[in-house]
């Protein structure tokens, strides 16, 4: 598409994350200047830009695959070719309530003394697929303005689209939440078929695609939706005692143990786990429904105990995608947080709980097999909040807290209640 359709102002509104726990700011793009509406948005904006060179940068062309890649690509770029000079800061852009509207890029202030942003954008401009966007300062009537123009690289020749420029205009947040626009069918998918269609996208840029497809077909062929022993879905942050509470649950009930991602997707864990967050969630939905798949044919015979499932995908996801604090997760009743229509719904599911404090104290000495997730919330207690909340807010069927502070065998006896009242085991 054009660069400027893509830029005009009055459609698109742009995020730029400054600081993790701090307010974003919003703006807009304008052909024409005009008051700011607030002189707060005014002092947001000074502060944001400041002097330095500035500029943004989106990946442009390809499918939503190829744009995924080239997004995390570019990441690597930036971190591994830019001085710690120049700041990288995540931009986002999207059209109001238009879902699959968002594109994510880079805001880059460049306060080196050898304009070394320029240089790196001039080569990533030959080598990826990126629109890239200058911003000069202006002052008028005794006020500062910042304008956006396409930047043309030093070594190109001169574009054949005009350089048109507009104006950067602060706008107070918007209605919509753009974690719920982007989070469907981007971070958590609802739907078997829109998980298969990420990795049927990836058949010939990732050859395991096709293995992991193939498992996917056969283990669903003979799936049964038919009512039969109940299902008990124990989830919860590492070193909350799910392993040690499935287990018992197994051998007291009698009953089949699963993990969620299950057994038959371990040797593509590593491979897709270095894939994008598009592809990464796509591959972990569809161990979900290969979990769904080996249930009902479980349950047929006993009660099933299953560690992690849904829950546990949407959580993690969820709090990834959100950016800042807790409070900028989707509110409780969003579509993000309802269970999938058409994945095997178990009876009960518990959530265990341990104070932070005892967590972190169980988790000294672990970490092997760990995801990068994972390993997050042993360093980032803000993302482990949004994990815990996102949990919480996820309905139909709702998590049910157990405290699992106490001894094993006390958890054991307690979950073991709330079976028998739930599940009539």
Known sequence: MSVWRFARGCSRLFL????????????????????PSSPSYTEALSCAFGSARLFSLHVHGGGRVQRARSHAE????LKSCLPPECRVLPLTSFLPGVKDSVIRGFFLRDESATSSAE?????????????????????SGGGQYWCQELWRSPTTETESEQNQRFYVKPVPAPQDN???????NSDVFYRLEDAYQVLQECRDIIPESKEVLEIVNKQLEACSQDEGFPVIVIEGLDATGKTTLTESLQQALGATLLKSPPQCLAPFRQRFDSEPPLIRRAFYALGNYITAAQIARESSQRPVIVDRYWHSTAAYAIATAVSGPIEKLPA?????????????????VLLLTVSPHERLRRLQGRGLGQT????????????????????????????????ASPSPDQVLQQVLGLIRNKCHL
């Open 119 to 139: 240089r790196v954008l001039s080569q990533l401009k030959q080598s990826h697929s990126v629109t890239v966007f200058s911003y000069q300062r202006e002052e």
């Open 332 to 348: 409780l009743g969003s579509e993000v947080y309802v269970w999938p229509s058409d994945l095997l719904r178990p009876k009960l």
């Open 178 to 184: 753009l974690a719920t626009l982007n989070i469907v």
């Open 372 to 403: 990068e997730e994972e390993t997050q919330l042993e360093v980032n207690d803000l993302f482990r909040q949004k994990v815990d909340e996102a949990y919480k807010r996820i309905q139909n069927p709702a998590c049910v807290a157990v405290d």
């Open 74 to 77: 570019l990441v690597n770029a």
């Open 16 to 35: 730029l994350e400054v600081e993790a726990r701090a307010e974003p700011l919003w703006f807009s793009l304008s052909a024409e200047l005009s008051p």
